[in-house]
């Protein structure tokens, strides 16, 4: 007997230093990877070591078992994480709890493995609180949109045992089950064979949903293709764009059987996930078709919003204290589209497949010398800004807050030169002040003279005005359509020339940096919508951060900079060295990844002034036809790197920097004449 309890007493300590081991491991890694520290007394809160959502645990299961203990506060699941944070009413529950479960075994009740719990005590504990993300651009989600009886009726309706036949194309992949109707996709090369249509065309039944969608305008015109899906528990689709070049705008997909929970990524980064409920219809069009990428995660469960409002609202937010595990269950999904028969000519030409084949013809390269550097100019400044003048200068009506403080600071009576004043919208924004402004597009200044304002044309490096005849200069989003460092070295100077000693000129130029100290700049146009906010479950303190105070920009051309006389690097800019290579047409609302570029401008309208017709041949991207209904310009742009329009002004003895800043994706400098 005596041996026997021996034995018994050697396991009990054998397993009570495993405990503590792997609640030193767990204290470890909580500090190592989140920056977590545990207590070593007790306290009101604890951190659960192998029961988080990452490792299958439920926010039902878990609640259930730590509420035996006491009154439970707080419960916060990170999502994907294999840990827990609980915080009771009194230090004595939570203690009772760490008493009762640390070294616990139990059973995942979803997926009937064992696991046991590790418990340590912390002092607090911060995490994300974010409110609900908006939906990508252009995306909506209709609950409902059928009945269960019409979901019954469309399921039954497609055969997954009879194989393939003369109606449809069905094959099985690695990843799914798939019938193709109207025309098959061809996964090799993601794409459909137009001049092949598949015999039947859309099956029946789809007409009266079809018909629904289209009197509620979910579409525009009836599809002629569909691909069902169906999704087995662990199964999902990689993130994809659906190919440019196959397909027109709207893309309509119906979810039967179950509900799913959907990734969206945006070329940036963002990511937004989105709950689809059982008989609900997702719908992409524009920016979300084109741009942003979707797909389903492989795996069995999904985590959703555990509260009843959470579920129901499309996207999912990453609140720690309201996510569960949701049981994935067999999918059928239908997603319907539109057979493409001209390219695609969208606003989206870095993930459009038709635009990239022919940017080859329209992509000047980096220029070497001044002739070179004059005509690309010339071709991709001067005479697309000939051509969008009317519809730029409707896009250009809302002074920018810090320019309008900068000219009524001014002394009255000062004469002030708008150099690259556009359509004249900062012109009359001080009446005490003598301005006068000049522009190189004709058409630009004439609509200042249609205002009644003062503007002559000339070329921001030759001024037709006496030197220091000025009492200040602003030059607004001009100096980036330079395209080498010594041409805005020179459009500087020629600044410093026009003021008077002790003068002062403002300068903006479009900034590398669109996301700065945090926070997206206004082009960026921030998707998520989401302020996150800091909380901790032993105060119930919250701290905001600073909310976005950026004033509304006026649109495509904030302001861009560059990199003159100073080594990149040096600035910590990753830009691409500016050598020999074809410049890129920017994707626009997203980050710069090169400092030259083509930033397209889409025509609206598709002519240039009443009566007048566009060269729609002067930048071709997609096909005739589609440029004739929307043509697209590209731009040059230098975007500035932090420090660098600074630098090339501290370069010129005759000028001091008084003030350099950032403002809505600018970098910006005020110099004064020396």
Partial sequence: MELKASKEHLEVQKMKKKVLRKQVRAQHTLMR????????HATQSLVI????????????????????????ETLLMPPSKPYSFVKYGTTEEAKKAFDALNGKEVTLEDCGRNIVLYINFLEKVFWKKSVPTSLPPGLMVIEKIIS?????????????????DTQNAQKTLKHRRVKHFGYEFCYDNNNVDKDKPLPGGLPEFCDPFLEKCLKQGYIKHKPDQLTVNQYEPGQGIPPHIDTHS??????????????????FKHPDGNTVAIMLPRCSLLVMAGESRYLWTHGITPRKYDVIQASELGQKIGTITADAGDLTLNRRETRTSFTFRKV????????????????????????PSFPHNEMEASKLEQEYVHRVYEEIATHFSSTRHSPWPQIVEFLRSLPKGSIVADVGCGNGKYLGINEGLYMVGCDRSKNLVDICGEKNLEAFVCDALSVPMR????????????????????????????LARLLRPGGTALIYVWAMEQEYKNQKSKYLKEKTGSKDKEEEINTGTAQRPLSDQLPDSSGQDAVCSDQLLSDPKDKGCDAKPIADYTLPIHTNRTSFHSQDLLVPWHLKGGSKKKGESVDTGLFPVGSKESQELSPVFHRYYHVFCEGELEAVCRSLDCVRVQRSYYDQGNWCVVLEKL
């Fill in 148 to 164: 269960p009886e019409e979901e019954r009726r469309i399921l039954e309706s497609i055969d997954w045992i009879g194989g393939e």
């Fill in 340 to 363: 493409r028969k001209s390219p695609c000519n969208c606003i989206y030409p870095s993930v459009c497949d038709s635009q990239k084949g022919q940017q080859s013809r329209v992509q």
């Fill in 467 to 494: 030197s220091s005849s000025c009492d200040a200069c602003i030059s607004i989003a001009v100096i980036h359509h330079f395209s080498t460092a010594e041409r805005r070295l020179a459009t500087i100077r020629e």
């Fill in 33 to 40: 990877h989140e920056g977590i520290e545990c207590s070593s």
């Fill in 49 to 72: 070591a192998n029961a988080g959502l990452g490792n299958g645990m439920s926010r039902h299961q878990l609640l259930r078992t730590v509420e035996e203990y006491g009154l439970v």
């Fill in 246 to 263: 196959a397909f027109e705008d709207e893309i309509i997909s119906l979810s039967l059987g179950a509900e799913i929970v959907m990734d």
